[in-house]
């Protein structure tokens, strides 16, 4: 039998980074906060410690990390036509586990969306004209502003400690900077990490080409921090262990490096790990949220009422929980009616690997989130005209670390074993980099989330189905850019060298990206988006759905940081308009 506790002010769903920052938030308002995590409490010192954490069997190979498939997992195809089945294991992308959530073994990329990203199908319209977007793409507005998202870009990379250098301050260019990115109040909050020799190579090749390169804006501090919430991190040592790791040095922001260690002396919130939402509650009217269930542990189903229900999960759950509540139409791509599910993109991942005779790059140095980049190919910062498509990426050289088991740099036609396998990979072993191409993934019809009519749960429920497939449009993109690439690889006279764009079909098997968005998205419209620009559910106002469920498409940058000012403006809003006269917010 289901028992139900005392209601609450607020529940949160997911303690990563977008749950974390809205809990901190309405605490410090005041308010009663429970926050339900699905999977345990993570802590640095007991689950990330110096002496077991550089595992790359346990983390890299067993996910220990991600979340277990048999707790839950998704469903793929590549088009309506064909039949979904079950991963098995993650593959194309590593949904996280636990507080912290996947900000835990993310990389530490921290862009700002551009401008332009805000308003993306207004601006290329205003452009390029309506004719000349291809057919096949469904782009939308996000129904907000710039103006409206400096301030909680700037937030977050204050609580976050993000290194980098300004390239636009105030309006005013700076040089070393990212020329292309919108006017910033403020620079980083500490100075770029220092750069290992392949992205000094880099940097110093696309110069001599006109380009104008940049540090990766990155929340791996450069130097001890301590931030508003007076929480202290220590400077990135380049270990080598970041991506797929959670650090062991209090170096990379996470949730349970910046904001968790404040959260939980508060006496106003409560934390529920190894607890699952089954569902988010309405009335009978369906326009007010009242709480959710959740399965703890044991077994036993509780109700947490609420008066204010915020839900902060991984883009996939997020979407699934929506479905599961019966909240809003599910989308149907035959009609192109309902928006639960609608817009769901990804990421194209390209690269050009350089194979060199005379260079030592040290490659068990590195970090998720050091190096250089350049961003004349990336979103819309290149002219687009007759060139049959739109989008780019972030062009740039990050190494990660080289691990002890994966990292296996081998050029073409290397044999698969033996004395020659071994004498090829020592010869490369120390003489190889990469230049990766992070590029725009833009929304079609025929890409979108549902419940998987096969397939359930350990509870019962419908796995979320993931329809999607390349467009023509990203292809094209990602063919233009990786050229683009191989052109600078090229003028770095490299032995020989390998050119990657993204090719075919979406598969599930390689990893790719954890860069999962839409399926919830925002906008002005309650007929073609699932939340306002406050993060609100149209028609069910004390109900909030935030994270990159939100995203309409996807540019050519990692979303975390806009995730995280996505948090800080949906707190905000609350704080400022919602609580002063709970309702819809649609002029606020």
Request: aromatic share 10%; hydrophobic share 35%; net charge neutral.
């Amino acid at each position: 039998m289901m028992k139900k506790l005392p209601k609450t002010d607020v529940v949160v769903i997911g303690l990563g980074w977008a749950g974390s920052i809205i809990a901190n938030e309405l605490a410090d308002e005041g308010l009663e906060v429970v926050g339900i995590e699905r999977g345990p409490w993570r802590d640095t010192a007991r689950d990330f410690n110096i002496g077991t954490v550089t595992d790359e069997l346990r983390y890299v190979m067993r996910e220990e990390l991600m979340l277990r498939t048999r707790q839950n997992t998704c469903t793929m195809r590549n088009n309506p036509s064909q039949t979904a089945l079950p991963m098995r294991t993650w593959g194309s992308f590593h949904p996280g586990n636990g507080t912290g959530g996947a900000g835990n073994h993310w990389a530490g990329i921290t862009f700002r969306f551009q401008p332009e990203e805000f308003r993306l199908k207004s601006h290329l319209t205003e452009r390029y004209g309506a004719s000349a977007i291809p057919d096949e793409l469904v782009l939308q507005d996000w129904g907000t502003t710039w103006e409206e998202m400096e301030p909680h870009y700037m937030q977050f990379e204050r609580v976050a400690g993000t290194s980098g250098r300004a390239g636009n301050l105030n309006g005013e260019k700076q040089p070393g900077g990212n020329p292309f990115e919108g006017a910033r109040s403020g620079d980083y909050p500490t100075p770029p990490l220092r750069q290992p020799y392949a992205p000094t190579l880099f940097a110093d090749a696309a110069k001599n080409l006109g380009y104008q390169p940049f540090p990766v804006p990155s929340s791996l501090v450069s130097e001890a921090y301590t931030n508003p919430y007076g929480v202290t991190m220590g400077p990135c040592t380049f270990c080598g262990f970041c991506t797929n790791y959670g650090c062991a040095n209090y170096s990379k922001a996470s949730a349970i490096t910046t904001v968790l260690p404040a959260l939980m002396r508060k006496p106003n919130f409560t934390a529920y790990t190894n607890s699952e939402v089954l569902q988010v509650l309405t009335d009978s009217t369906g326009k007010k949220a009242t709480g959710v269930t959740y399965i703890d542990s044991s077994g036993d189903e509780w109700e947490q009422p609420a008066d204010l229900v915020i839900v902060a999960a991984f883009t996939f759950e997020n979407v699934r929980l929506m479905l599961l509540s019966g909240i809003g139409e599910a989308y149907d791509p035959v009609t192109n009616s309902g928006t639960t599910g609608r817009n769901y993109a990804y990421q194209t991942a390209n690269n050009v690997t350089l194979f060199f005779d005379n260079k030592n790059f040290n490659p068990f140095i590195g970090a998720g989130a050091v190096g250089m980049g350049i961003d004349e190919f990336n979103n819309d910062n290149f002219d687009h005209s007759g060139l049959g498509f739109f989008g780019g990426g972030s062009i740039r050289v990050t190494p990660i670390g080289a691990a002890p088991i994966g990292y296996r740099p081998l050029p073409p036609n290397t044999p698969k074993w033996g004395s020659k396998w071994k004498q090829t990979l020592k010869d490369n072993y120390l003489s190889t980099m990469s230049i990766g191409c992070e590029a725009s993934s833009y929304t079609t019809r025929t890409n979108y989330l549902s419940l998987d009519p096969n397939y359930k749960d350990p509870h019962g429920r419908p796995l979320l189905r993931i329809t999607f497939d390349f467009a023509q449009n990203d292809l094209k993109m990602a063919q233009y850019c990786t050229n683009k690439v191989a052109e600078i690889a090229k003028v770095m006279n490299p032995r020989e060298m390998i050119v990657k764009p993204m090719t075919g079909h979406w598969s599930s098997v390689p990893y790719q990206s954890s860069h999962v968005v839409g399926g919830f998205i925002m906008g002005a419209d309650p007929r073609t988006s699932s939340v306002n620009k406050h993060l609100q559910v149209w028609d069910v106002p004390n109900l909030f759905v935030v994270g990159a469920s939100a995203f309409p498409q996807n540019p050519g940058y990692n979303p975390t940081g806009t995730v995280g000012a996505l948090a800080f403006k949906a707190a905000h809003d609350i704080r400022h308009y919602y609580l002063k006269r709970p309702g819809e917010m649609i002029s606020a």
